[in-house]
């Protein structure tokens, strides 16, 4: 009998414990990606640069492109990503990456004028090291109503 409550409270403490690490990494992910819409805002370039991993991809509207085009544009404020309203979030942990999906309003400058959307942003990070690095920013253009199913 005391081997039996002694490895249900080994298991209960087990599964605690991998929780509330799976609860911290999804809130140091979810937080990362708030402070990569306020640096875009921003135009931070000096906090993205380390953020995005050399080979990311970034998928808009109008097209795909690489790390270094996405930072120029940014800088440029060729889009200005003015305000990412966050309207929900959810994050899947995969080993050492994290997907985030973001369901936003974005107010943006594109060639002068002023826009807002509604998308649905897919974001791809891995773990290097004790950094987390963007692999993929995604834009889906999706109705108000849509909801990310968790």
Known sequence: MKNVLFGLTLFILTAT??????????KE???LSMDKWQWMADKDIEKLTPLFHPNAKFVHMSG?????????IIETGSIWYKKADVKDTAV????NTAVVWNRI?????VRGNDVVTEFTVTEV????????KMLALTFSSVRDTHEIQK
């Open 17 to 26: 414990w991998s929780y509330a690490q799976k609860s911290t990494i999804e």
């Open 29 to 31: 992910i979810i937080q």
């Open 64 to 72: 795909t492109w690489t790390t270094a085009r996405e930072l120029e």
């Open 92 to 95: 899947e942990i995969v080993g």
């Open 105 to 109: 309003t974005l107010t943006a400058e």
């Open 125 to 132: 990070y891995q773990k290097e090291g004790s950094d987390w």
